[in-house]
């Protein structure tokens, strides 16, 4: 570990990581600039907690299964305009199927609307910067977001199983809709920075999306999650493309050796190429580890780990894998513009465009 300047510490070895994650005093940083931002107010931690806790049941790998058919049926429609191109800038593309995807399975159905909000939103707010004309036009677009959802709560009858579970769980209107607002934030670009980096290695790898499709034809349970090598794929993308590239905690007690107010800095882009515990880290293999066998503790954390590790994760890894399986199983994507390095707080293949062509099996 390095100290970067007094206070600040960049923790990178693996053990340490695991323990200091998982710690309950180790708060994420954006919290306290969140709660000012996004109006969850002074208790807005416990309340946010207390979401979490209730949506959990529809968070779950068999409650994201179930969602398969209507993430096949997204991604196919996607693909068939993708196709219909020479080539798409595939986090354009890929952020709005799965922006769809995800408003789809919180809201209960699309809302194109939302999604348009959603990318607004994270535009206004990657470029926020000082200028005041800025910060008012991304306070412009939070207000909307969340007006948009305040809306849709109140006109769905019946709500969609997750907004019901807050409901059910004794949280406010105020609160549900912040909730909700938080997870469809979450949920749009981060995910398409996935899906990029794992089409993008696919597309040099015509040998391993023909075993992809072997897999999909072969499958018991047709437009399902049960394929392991198209797991293997997207959690090997996600080893060596972290979307979320750093995590920044900050302790309100001391843990380990460090005092109370320390700000820890971690990066699943260093852990995760770990040469101990990732041989030829550099390297994508998906083959690299059985699917039963887990990596080092604190080696591996795309979705971060501890008390504020990723709610979405089992229905990002249930997207993935169907987009990825429904997309390869009737085209086949070949490069067609490669990335520029990312910048910012985002691990995305800047610029990425491929192109994807209808598939002909061999007779
Ligand atoms: C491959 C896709 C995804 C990746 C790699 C990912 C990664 C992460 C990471 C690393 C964090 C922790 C950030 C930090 O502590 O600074 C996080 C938090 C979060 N993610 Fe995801 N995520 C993904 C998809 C999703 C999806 C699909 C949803 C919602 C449906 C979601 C909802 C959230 C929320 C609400 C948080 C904040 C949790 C909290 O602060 O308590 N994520 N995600």
Redesign the pocket.
């Known amino acids: 570990m390095v100290e970067l300047h007094p206070g600040t510490w960049l923790v990178t070895d693996p053990a340490t990581t695991d323990r200091l994650l998982a710690s309950r005093h180790a708060l ?1 940083a ?2 306290e600039q969140g709660a000012a931002t996004t109006s969850w107010g002074v208790d807005g931690l416990q309340r ?1 907690m207390a979401a ?1 806790r209730a949506m959990r049941p529809w968070l779950t790998p068999s409650a994201a299964a179930r969602f398969a058919p209507a993430i096949s049926a997204h991604a196919r429609s996607a693909v068939v305009r993708w196709a219909s191109a020479a080539d798409i800038d595939v986090m354009s593309e890929g952020s709005g199927l799965l922006s769809t995807v ?1 408003t789809h ?2 809201l209960g159905r699309p809302s194109p609307t939302l999604t348009r909000l959603v990318g607004e939103e994270l535009s206004a707010a990657e470029r926020a910067r000082p200028p005041l004309l800025r910060r008012r036009r991304l306070l412009r677009a939070q207000l909307a977001t969340l007006t948009t959802v305040h809306d849709h709560l109140r006109t769905e009858v019946p709500p969609a199983d997750l907004v019901a579970a807050l409901a059910d769980a004794g949280l406010d209107e105020r609160t549900t809709a912040l909730a909700v607002r ?2 469809l934030l ?2 749009h670009h ?2 398409a920075a ?1 899906l990029a980096w794992a089409l993008h290695e696919l597309s040099s790898r015509p040998d391993l999306q023909e075993q992809l499709r072997g897999e999909t034809t072969a499958q018991r349970d047709p437009g399902g999650t049960d394929l392991p090598l198209c797991r293997a794929v997207v959690r090997e993308a ?1 080893r060596l493309h ?3 590239w750093q ?2 905690r900050v302790l309100d007690a001391p843990v380990l050796d460090f005092p109370a107010g320390a700000e820890l800095l971690f990066s ?1 882009h260093i852990n995760q190429r770990d040469r101990a515990a990732h041989p030829d880290p550099d390297r994508f293999d998906p083959h690299r580890r059985h699917p039963d066998s887990h990596p080092p503790p604190g080696a591996y954390l ?3 780990l501890g008390p ?6 089992h ?2 890894i249930a997207e ?1 894998v169907v987009v990825i399986a429904t997309v390869l199983d009737t085209h086949v994507v070949v490069p067609h513009h490669a990335p520029a390095p990312a910048r910012g707080t985002l691990n995305a293949p800047r610029g990425l465009r491929l192109t994807f062509l209808p598939h002909r099996p061999h007779r």
């Open positions: 994420p954006r919290v946010w979490r995800n399975y919180i938080t997870m979450s949920s981060v995910p996935a996600l972290p979307p979320v995590l920044r699943p795309p979705f971060a504020r590790f990723c709610p979405g994760s229905l990002a993935l």
